[in-house]
């Protein structure tokens, strides 16, 4: 439909127009909007992560039902810990970078509500005309070229009657909700991974530690093996595989050293600092306790809680209104338009009463055909939901997923320390009576080098069963956790 201008003569003047008009769109705008209401997927009716019991050993026990704290990683009670922690909080480029993303989402909601808004602007122009004989046909009138001024404010409004931009604008506030929940979700994922460069710097300077102890009982050995061997007691064999032992020892250390120093370097950079630049504290197993109280929630409330599933919830929500905007689109528009201006052929004679000239302009279109690409774009918006609402079933799926195996890790892993635990025992007792027969007479000293040395590879198996425990407890605190902060 063309726009239509209204006589200046018969039009009753802008100042008493516009506030009818404005009142008249107010009132067609606030209409219901079109498309779905979103509404919260229900929460998982389950209430265990496993088949099997849950975790409950004399170490550490379930506390199902209660809530982690945002702070989890205090339960290790390691000052180190905390603060190295903090300083990644402050200092990490990638959750830096994931602030200024929310940031930006939120200016885009602002912008979307604007658009509601009806839109003024102040506009002026000078133009330079010459009018030919197209504008009077064949004629003696000449009109010689001239100037023109213009100045004077704007209005226009597009009337939200059937809410696609109101859908618009609840899509957008669902997409900074997303990138709310993702920052959220970038917190628990670096508070995750400083825990865990630690947990393995303490773990391999340990294993360090007991492979040292292990090559020095393998030295002594060499040694006796050698000193028997001048007094024809040991064969050139021995004294080959006495080394051989030695050597496959020391293989150990460079891989154990390597791991400590990627640990460190990975920790540098989630501090925000170059690994030439930064030096870890001295994080070691001794100086970090084991959670032995587990809160573990519910999994219909871990679903409101975990940033991940709350993000994929959000994503859903803005999926929704996409359906609500492509339907709108196949609804007629309107938009209202307004400008009074100030006309005159000199600048001096502006904003006078001979000046004045205003218009209004009411303008509806409809679609009718458009090759069905409006409701191709509709039914690619219901798709899209969708596939939005199985992600987001995914999503809970997964995070299930990694509860049950953080809970059953534990359980094994309990179960892993335990049998070490007794094999360092035995080795312990084998090597006590190893040394009473020594001092009896009844055995001789390699042998108790021997027992020495099983002694020390038991507690290197021992070390490894504890840090992968400490490692799980961590995943598992990982997986229940919220972010540590609440707002940004």
Known sequence: ???????????????????????????????????????????????????????????????????????????????????????????????????????????????????????????????????????????????????????????SWTLDIFGGQRRATERQKALAQYQYYKLDAAYVELTGNVVAEALDIASAKAETNTVLKIIGEDKKTLRLVETAYKAGAETKVDILAAKSQLENNRALLPPLRQRIA????????????????????????????????????????????????????????????????????????????????????????????TANAWNM??????????????????????????????????????????VADALTGLGHDNELVTAQQRAYNTAHAALSLTRKSYQAGETNLLRVQDSERQLAEAELGLIRAQSRRYQDTAKLFVALARAPVTRY
């Open 1 to 155: 439909m063309s726009a239509q201008t209204y006589p200046v003569k018969t039009a009753p003047p802008m100042k008493n127009i516009a506030p009818v008009m404005l009142c008249i769109a107010a009132l067609l705008s606030s209409c219901a909007p079109v498309g779905p209401d979103f509404k919260s997927p229900q929460p998982p009716a389950e209430k265990n992560y496993t088949q099997g019991k849950e975790l409950l050993t004399p170490a550490q026990h379930l506390s199902l039902g209660s809530q982690l704290k945002r702070d989890w990683w205090r339960l290790y009670a390691s000052d180190a810990l905390n603060n190295t922690i903090n300083q990644a909080l402050a200092h990490n480029y990638s959750i830096a970078a994931a602030q200024q993303t929310l940031a930006a989402t939120e200016e885009a909601v602002t912008s979307a509500h604007g658009e509601l808004m009806p839109q003024v602007a102040l506009n002026g122009q000078v133009a330079r005309t010459k009018n030919g004989v197209a504008l009077f046909g064949p004629s003696n009138i000449k009109i010689p070229p001239f100037t023109a001024y213009e100045a004077g404010p704007s209005l």
């Open 361 to 402: 302009i009411g303008g509806v279109g409809a679609p009718i055909f458009n090759g069905g690409s409006l409701s191709a774009q509709k039914r690619a918006a219901v798709d899209a939901y969708n596939a939005a609402l199985l992600q987001y079933k995914q999503t809970v799926l997964v995070a299930f997923e990694q």
């Open 262 to 353: 990627v640990a460190e370097h990975a920790l540098a950079v989630l501090v925000g600092q170059p690994p030439g630049n930064w030096t870890p504290p001295a994080f070691t197993l001794k100086s970090l306790i084991l959670p032995q109280e587990l809160p573990v929630s519910l999994p219909s409330q871990m679903a409101h809680e975990r940033p991940d599933i709350l993000a994929a919830e959000a994503n859903l929500h803005a999926a929704s209104a996409a359906v609500g905007v492509a339907t709108a689109n196949m609804y007629p528009h309107i938009t209202l338009s307004a400008t009074t201006l100030q006309e005159a052929l000199v600048p001096g004679q502006l904003f006078n009463g």
